[in-house]
């Protein structure tokens, strides 16, 4: 068969497909209405290899519905005026459309009229999050945006073994010797991406030893071949920032061992700047106050990377990760600005006190810039001098944006703290 693997094993009707139970199980409302000729327009959004393609086609083939696959990326008005004149023609079809999110806006108002009209069926397919990268007029016409979760081993396991046995659109017909260590060691490099694990199965097949007409695999080229599926990621799409969002919050949830995968996993895609930057970030905004060495420390291996480059980078920032995920922790200065930036945007402003204002220049006092006191003048204890004076405008006197916690440095800062709001007082 000239066809990859892949493609010939996709599914041919809703019960032929592994995994994704929770939405399109047997005992699901989706699975229900579809088999009893309700087919409604969908979202489908996850990762590469789990299962997009796959269940629109599984949905038209158990519905017996015309089925016409798009590419959104290279597909073109003449393409969508095509699939309405089908729809006119059997009164109903399913249009999937892959990479929705890159449907422009000449194709959308050729189409929806006729998704509105129920004519045309349309089955989107993104990596990215729909609701920052898919139209809104797309995903109002789109009843359920589904989220895919990747496949289990025990989900690929089971796909592989019917690959190998189906006669017809598998390897069935083949003379192949593989072990179910060997089926459980594809489907454990393929990380849930069915696509990786049925094309590794067939590169397996085609790279093993022959021995009398029987194709016998072996663990040292599984493993040698697994090597080569790589890491799915790109820097601008919606897998990417789900990783440093999963970063951060292992930092900040002091788990080590969690943020220095998410770390490992970002740095496979390659975009130090980005990772670099986070790091930073996090330093002062979930270290802070509680260790404010850390900001410096972050700082001196960001620069290190970038200048050593991977593969060497990554010891200097796993460094600042691990440093970041046992340090003690206080968001309290992060916490403390965007509360003053929220107080001011909701309209609690007023006028800067006269003797705060700029007075270094001649007749600042007859503007009535006058009154400061200094106070370097009046020393008070060995943290530096207070003098109790107005330094807030009027309308917020006595606002409080920073509440300190106890935790590493802070702790000492939270003293002075407590003692200069005693002398307000």
Known sequence: MSEPLAYRMRPQ????????????????????????????????????????????SAIAGSSQLPFYPLNATQSNKKDVEFV???AEYYGKVILFLDEIHR???????????????????????TTENPFHDVNPAIRSRCGDIIQL???TESDIVQLLTKAIKDPEHGLGKEKFKITITQIKAIAHAANGDARKALNLLESVFFAADEIKGE????????????????????????????????????????????????LAHLLEVGDIVAVSRHLLVMAFEDIGLANQAMGTHVLSAIQAAERLGLPEARIPLSQAVIA?????????????????????????????????????????EALGHKGYLYPHDTPIGTFGGF???????????????????????????????????????
């Open 84 to 86: 309405i004149n089908e």
């Open 387 to 425: 003098i109790k004076q107005q330094y807030l405008p009027d309308a917020l006197e006595g606002s409080q944006f920073y509440t300190p916690v106890e935790a590493g440095d802070e702790k000492r800062i939270a003293k002075i703290h407590q003692h200069l709001q005693h002398l307000k007082k």
């Open 149 to 151: 979760q990747r496949l």
């Open 324 to 364: 970041m995920c046992l340090s003690e922790k206080s968001n309290t200065a992060y916490l403390a600005i965007d509360q003053a930036i929220a107080a001011i945007q909701a309209g609690k402003t007023g006028d800067i006190p006269m003797h705060l204002r700029d007075a270094h220049y001649s007749g600042s």
């Open 13 to 56: 009707t809703l019960d032929d497909i592994i995994g994704q139970e929770s939405f399109i199980g047997k005992d699901t409302a989706l699975y229900k209405m579809i088999m009893k000729g309700h087919v409604p327009s969908l979202l489908l959004y996850g990762l590469p290899g789990i299962g997009k393609t796959s269940i629109a």
């Open 215 to 262: 194709h016998i695999a072996s663990d040292r080229m599984i493993a040698h071949l697994a090597k080569r599926i790589g890491v799915y990621g790109d820097n601008k799409g919606s897998h990417f920032y789900n990783l440093l969002s999963a970063l951060q919050k292992s930092v900040r949830g002091s788990d080590v061992d969690a943020a220095l995968y998410y």
């Open 103 to 125: 449907f422009n806006k000449l194709q959308q108002d050729t189409l929806l009229p006729h998704v509105e009209a129920g004519k045309i069926i349309l089955i989107g397919a």
